[in-house]
């Protein structure tokens, strides 16, 4: 894990009203998604898309300590309430770029995309070795992935909570969106299992 990266992450994703949480593993990771939903009292979370080593932990520590779980496949009858219902939204970046704090998702499913977009508090998991220093390196990516979906593909780049500005300047937090986010850095002990 290059700390001078996950150190620069850290810091602007924090400027942007976030927060940042570095997890060893996957199950510190759950042990951080159930912190922040008993932080909140949050009885109900949204997971989105999320790698089965990870799913396993997150899933089994919320049904021990009695929080209703969602994930995918959602029944699009339900949507968007079913995930709007949600306190919390948990759900995978592809990568994050450390010079501007950002979690970037890549969705080909819309309802994904609202795991992190409709509960008042985002959790965003990622990989410490796909933290990029810059968009320039997220380019390529970005391409990539855009030509391998080329029906409904959406990259989403999430940058601390919700946040716009109104006529007289005044910033307000989760208008749009989340008004909580928490960023988690996955560290070297994840391994290759993700």
């Excluded at 949204?46 to 080593?53: C, F, I, K, N, S």
């Excluded at 509960?119 to 220093?133: Q, T, W």
Aim: glycine share 8%; charged share 20%; hydrophobic share 45%.
């Amino acid at each position: 894990m290059d700390q001078d990266l996950v150190s620069q992450f850290k810091h602007k994703y924090e400027t942007l009203a976030g927060s940042v949480h570095i997890a060893e593993d996957e199950e510190a990771a759950a042990g951080m998604v159930l912190r922040i939903l008993k932080e909140v009292q949050g009885r109900r979370v949204a997971l989105g898309a999320l790698p089965e080593p990870l799913l396993k932990p997150i899933d089994s520590a919320c049904a021990a300590a009695g929080i209703a779980v969602l994930k995918p496949p959602f029944d699009n009858r339900e949507l968007p309430h079913a995930i709007d219902a949600a306190q919390v939204g948990v759900s995978w970046a592809a990568f994050a770029v450390a010079e501007t704090g950002s979690l970037v998702e890549f969705a080909t499913d819309d309802a994904l995309r609202l795991v992190s977009a409709l509960p008042r508090i985002h959790v965003g998991i990622f990989r410490a070795r796909d933290l990029l220093a810059t968009h320039k390196e997220a380019a390529a990516l970005i391409r990539e992935f855009f030509i391998e979906n080329t029906q409904n593909a959406t990259a989403t780049f999430i940058s601390g909570p919700s946040r716009t500005g109104d006529i007289e300047m005044r910033l307000t937090l989760g208008v749009h969106g989340p008004e909580i986010a928490h960023a988690v850095v996955l560290g070297q002990n994840s391994g290759n299992r993700i």
